[in-house]
C-alpha cells in the first residue's frame, strides 16, 4: 500500500550549480507538523515500544506514518515523534468494518503485526482514515502498549508472559486487551502471507532496531530479551495464530502448516 501523506505548506528556492547556473529543477523546503510522546512514569518503555514497533510495520510495508526519534541535550528529553494529521483535513477514526471490507488484505497485515509485537491496544483511534464510510486511505499508530507494556522494571517479565499467548486479544481472561480487527478477519490466503512475510524479518534488522533503544529506553538485558522474543515471535507465528484460531471466528477452512515455507 502506498503511503501518501498530505503536507501543509511548501517554498521553492533555485538551486546554484556550481559555476554559478541555475538548476532547472525546482526544489522545495516542505512544512509538515508532527505529535510527540515523552515516556514518562506511568509509560517508561514508550521510546522502545514505539520505535521497534513502528519500524517492523514499516519494514512490512504497512501503512504507519513517518516517524523519528528527537531529542534535546539528553534522553530525558528524548520523544517519539510521528506525522500529525491535525489541520483542515484530519482524519476521522475508523469504522472497523467499512475500514476492514476496503482493505482486507492491508488489515489482516495489522492483525498479524500486532500479534508479532504483542500490541493490547489497536482500536479504532488510533487508525486514522480518510472516510469512515468508504475509505481510500489509512494509518495506523500508537504502539505504547506493545512489546514490554507500559509498568516500570516489568518489561522482561511481561514479554515472558506474552510467549504463548497472541497478546491481542485472547477472549474474556484479558480485559485489557483489545483488537476492533481480529474478528473480521475472514481471509486465511491473505493471513498465511502475512506470516510468510514476517517470517522473512532479517535476524540483522531486529537486531539493529533493538539495539538502537539500548541506552536510549532499555537496559542492556531488556535489549537481549526483546530481539529474542521477536525472533522466537516471528518463528513460530503461524503456530501460534492456529493455537488461537479460535479467535479468528469467520475463517472456517484452516491449513495444517499456516506460513510453512
Not at 503456530?239 to 469467520?250: A, C, E
Request: hydrophobic fraction near 35%.
Amino acid at each position: 500500500m502506498l503511503n501518501i501523506y498530505p503536507y501543509k505548506s511548501r517554498r521553492t528556492f533555485a538551486s546554484v550549480r556550481r559555476g554559478g547556473g541555475i538548476n532547472v529543477d525546482r526544489t522545495y523546503v516542505v512544512k509538515t507538523e508532527a505529535i510527540g510522546k515523552s515516556p514518562s512514569e506511568e509509560s517508561p518503555y514508550l521510546l522502545a515500544n514505539e520505535w521497534i514497533s513502528s519500524s517492523i510495520a514499516q519494514f512490512l510495508r504497512l501503512p504507519v506514518p513517518p516517524f523519528a526519534l528527537v531529542r534535546k541535550k539528553s534522553k530525558k528529553t528524548g520523544m517519539f515523534i510521528s506525522y500529525s494529521f491535525d489541520g483542515d483535513s484530519t482524519p476521522d477514526d475508523a469504522e472497523p468494518q467499512p475500514l476492514y471490507d476496503a482493505f482486507p488484505n492491508e488489515c489482516t497485515g495489522v492483525v498479524v503485526l500486532d500479534i508479532l509485537i504483542a500490541n493490547c491496544d489497536r482500536n479504532s483511534g488510533n487508525i486514522k482514515v480518510d472516510k469512515p464510510s468508504a475509505p481510500k486511505a489509512f494509518y495506523v499508530f500508537d504502539h505504547e502498549r506493545s512489546l514490554f507494556y507500559v509498568h516500570a522494571k516489568d518489561g522482561a517479565s511481561h514479554l515472558k508472559s506474552r510467549e504463548d499467548r497472541l497478546g491481542v486479544t485472547d477472549g474474556h481472561d484479558s480485559v485489557d486487551e483489545w483488537h476492533c480487527l481480529v474478528e473480521l478477519v475472514d481471509n486465511v490466503e491473505f493471513m498465511h502471507d502475512w506470516v510468510v512475510k514476517v517470517q522473512s524479518l532479517p535476524d540483522w534488522f531486529i537486531d539493529d532496531v533493538c539495539e538502537e533503544m539500548w541506552k536510549v529506553s532499555i537496559t542492556r538485558p531488556e535489549c537481549d530479551d526483546v530481539k529474542a522474543f521477536l525472533k522466537r515471535r516471528r518463528d513460530k507465528i503461524g503456530r501460534l495464530i492456529l493455537k488461537n484460531k479460535q479467535r479468528f471466528p469467520k475463517i472456517s477452512n484452516w491449513p495444517l502448516f499456516l506460513g510453512a515455507k
